[in-house]
């Protein structure tokens, strides 16, 4: 640096080169940008429906929101860059939408395209997809290519951008049990989401601390399962507010009731529920998982889950299945009768792929894919009613990935990617160096890997310190479910990338935190 | 909890209790609180000065500023105990401070006493101090003693207390040159320092990677040094505004400006400073650390000195002096001349401490007592010149500990409170059992051990995540060095208390991070 103080004008083409070039997170699938630049100014600046779609687009409420939330984000400084150009170059610049399918009503699913081409040129840049979907990754892309001189001219260079994802679910867990999330953490995460182009949330609602969500149907588990009656739950308009919120930047939004086990919040309102555990020939006053000896337990889950599959719009459904510990179920008499009656023997897995299989197929009954732990798969000779793996423990996750795939099974990864684990931040290059297809399979089984998550239990985590331990952690895993494999392995050459991406993070207000020793132009000023 | 559902007074006096007795963190010298119960209205409620200490305390502005403070600390939810309680009840209660010295215009110093009593009865509590810093002290531990009921209603118990620190410098580190803090990071801290009692702010204020200090006598330095000259400096007034914000809180603001090493960003705005590197007979390129070899540097480092001895009015000014690379100097010819011209020989830690030498009595000439990183302590036979050393390698520190103060001289104990180090948040416990005089020495030796230091590097640290990496781990530390050793000395015992601190910064805006799963009543709100 200090050596170039006389060739500051070199060095400042080059330092706006990179900031050009690299200023896009994830890395799209085909990218050409050229040294051609054209200025852009706020005043001067549009939004247009493609002529010939203007029927089909017409009233998409979904693209109109879209545009007034991505024009501060574009001009992030709507004082700098005006008038600052000389008029002759105050030329209008415009953004022309076409998509080809009018979804704008819907919500994401599995099968939504996001794939879209965007072409930058003289006065005007042209953004096509099939899905308002599609259109709304293309919209965060074109965001990221405006950049800012140093006198805060806004400018965008001549580019062509052919984009898809390469893995179709790109997911981010938040635990809103161990620790209450206030809904404008949620709402903040998943703003800070669309700017990596996550597409879900993969929302673990309930667990063992507590049970914030507001039933409709069984009011008692969240007036007495939560922290707090009142001021740490999620009613029914909290959860649609959190629905709209990801529609509206194409995210789904997945929820998770986990059990037969992780359920001790539920048994507060739900008496019976649980399995009372005995001390020799008499209850010991504690209770174990969900009792899967008892009728009961599935009256309560058809009704409860029929309530909260139509709450949530998602065609998948998390079932959890993780972890049962059978040290309670073993200690229950009515529930040795029932093993021996069901000739389960002394093995409960048996007994928990009983209760599994019951659940997910009052699930599916209800029109809704399962998904659930490994450890549902890992404990079951049979596996005929399963559909969705999701594969988080240590180990080799990559023969597990194999085993699952081969069994004919979807599989989402979420091993390597648990980041609620406080370790350097340089820890970033391994996230990234994940690649959830390096397993030997057929390209049948690969295609079974439908994509990844990253994890952020909630143990030591909440409001006060989340978006540090998942910003800008969580962009790596982004890239890697997102871009080109081939063009996207080594960290070193992402670093740069990942560390201007970090700083338009700062800029938009995500509390992301620090890659290495230096600064960003716009420091984090939420303080 | 479930089981107690039908006890629930018994429980909330249980609940009570607990806050009451665990509700000062940290834990007083001697502290007797009764069951006994007074009711408090922000409407009833006044600071006075004790009569008798009229004429003495009339215009103590700073302990004006200091009611003005902590009446919404006491009192943080104002709407609430308003009328609630019966009207009989309605009595005044009045705060009345006494203090024995008039010190309201200075700044606090490593000899101001902080001891002071608190007293509370029916209708008035009686806090008696020394010294101002005394009465911060007590207004501190005041406003923890008040609770709040489930009904919102205030009141506070029967309580005696006498108290002092049990080290006299308690101290927290912030790096300011690997990532800028913005001055309301630096305010925010020391607000929540004094929650803590804490009463040192080591201010590693420039290093290798940035200079943001703007010196008057040498404005280049942060022009050409900083990060960026104008948003990534602290000019005077910013320095200003951290001494008169740390003085109100009692806290010392001792600056560090480390050399001869870790000053590559001094170079940038300083030419013939640094030593130029050679490879082979010709210059590199390179800088290394300070040139001690030529006498420009000392003549720099008077000016300098002389400049900022007079701009931070603590008496102890830190000199660094940690981690210098010899490398650098070994290669370049004049140095090498200069060690043989001095008879050095080969021993380039003669050489490193012929310029410490130097630089502490330049200090010491400044009336300034100097602080420096152990490293100057061990490579040097001789430690006549040195005061104050702080120790902070890793390894037996306190064998370090003992050998400092076997050579008569000061220690400050860094090693164990690293707290940059992401690492779980259930680590508090080790930085609890920590004790600084846990080595075999005289009582003497163990008088010279003046406290201990918590460390926030900034490598991966700026405003994003500050807070939670600093709150409430430091908190441990803060314990540790303030408060009765035999009462504190399990982690196990502390951990309720704790929490309930963490719920009370939390209160108080403060991004203290969670220990374990659970609630706060109020949760974090400020996202």
């Known amino acids: ?32 940008i050229s040294e ?28 109109d929101s879209a545009f007034t939330r991505y024009f501060p984000l574009i001009f992030p400084d709507l004082t700098s860059g005006n008038g600052v150009l000389p008029s002759t170059e105050e030329k209008a610049f415009s953004l022309v939408v076409t998509m080809h399918q009018k979804d704008c009503d819907g919500y994401p699913n599995e099968g939504s395209s996001e794939r879209y081409q965007l072409n930058v040129s003289a006065g005007q ?20 290519l405006v950049q800012q001189d140093e006198d805060g001219t806004y400018f965008i260079n001549k580019t062509e951008i052919e984009d898809f ?15 209450f999330l206030p809904l404008k953490a949620i709402l903040n995460t998943l703003d800070a989401m669309a700017y990596s182009k996550f597409n879900v949330f993969h929302w673990h609602i309930v667990d063992d601390p507590s049970f914030p969500y507001q039933s409709r149907t069984f009011p008692d588990l969240s007036s007495k399962g939560a922290y707090h009656p009142m001021s740490h739950i999620y009613t029914q308009s909290d959860v649609r507010r959190v629905l709209t919120h990801a529609r509206l930047r194409g995210i789904r939004v997945i929820p998770e009731f986990d059990s037969p086990g992780h359920t001790q919040s539920w048994g507060k309102g739900q008496p019976n529920l649980l399995t009372p555990c005995y001390k020799g020939s008499s209850p010991s006053g504690t209770f174990g998982p969900i009792n899967p000896a008892s009728a009961l337990s599935y009256t309560f889950m058809s009704q409860f889950l029929k309530e909260v599959t139509s709450v949530f719009p998602d065609p998948y459904f998390h079932l959890g299945g993780d972890e049962v510990n059978f040290s309670c179920w073993q200690s229950n008499p009515d529930v040795r009768a029932f093993m021996q009656k069901m000739g389960f023997g002394k093995d409960y897995t048996k007994l928990e792929s009983f209760y599994m299989e019951n659940i997910v197929n009052i699930t599916s009954n209800l029109n809704k894919t399962s998904i659930v ?30 085993k699952v795939t081969k069994a004919g099974l979807q599989a989402i990864l979420a091993s390597p990617w648990y980041l609620d684990q406080p370790v350097p931040t340089r820890n970033w290059a391994r996230y990234y160096k994940v ?39 969580a962009c790596a895993a982004a890239e890697r479910l997102w871009s080109d494999e081939s063009q996207t392995r ?38």
Chains 1, 2 share one sequence.
């Open 1 to 32: 640096m200090a050596s170039c103080t006389i060739c500051l004008p070199a060095l400042m083409i080059l330092v706006l080169d990179l900031n050009t070039v690299e200023s896009v997170w994830p890395l799209p699938q085909k990218l050409a």
């Open 373 to 402: 732990w490994q450890d549902v798969f890992d404990y079951h000779e049979r596996h005929s009613f399963l559909k969705v793996v999701e594969v988080w423990r240590r180990g080799c996750y990559l023969c597990e990935l194999r």
């Open 125 to 144: 840049a042209v953004l096509n997809s099939d899905t308002v979907w599609g259109a709304l990754r293309g919209l965060e892309t074109f965001s990221q």
């Open 36 to 63: 051609e630049r054209y200025p852009l100014s706020p005043t001067h600046f549009n939004f247009y429906y493609g002529e010939d779609q203007a029927s089909i687009m017409r009233d998409c409420s979904l693209l």
């Open 435 to 473: 690649w959830p297809l390096a397993f030997k399979g057929t390209e049948e089984q690969k295609k079974l890997v439908i994509g990844g998550e990253v994890s952020m239990w909630g143990e030591y985590v909440d409001a006060t310190n989340l978006s540090p331990r998942l910003w800008p952690r």
């Open 490 to 527: 080594s960290a070193e050459a992402a670093f740069p990338r990942l560390q201007a991406f970090r700083c338009s993070l700062l800029r938009r207000g995500v509390r992301a935190e620090p890659l290495s020793p230096g600064h960003c132009r716009n420091e984090y000023r939420g303080i």
């Open 165 to 179: 994802p390469s893995f179709q679910y790109r997911g981010i867990l938040l635990d809103t049990s161990r620790h």
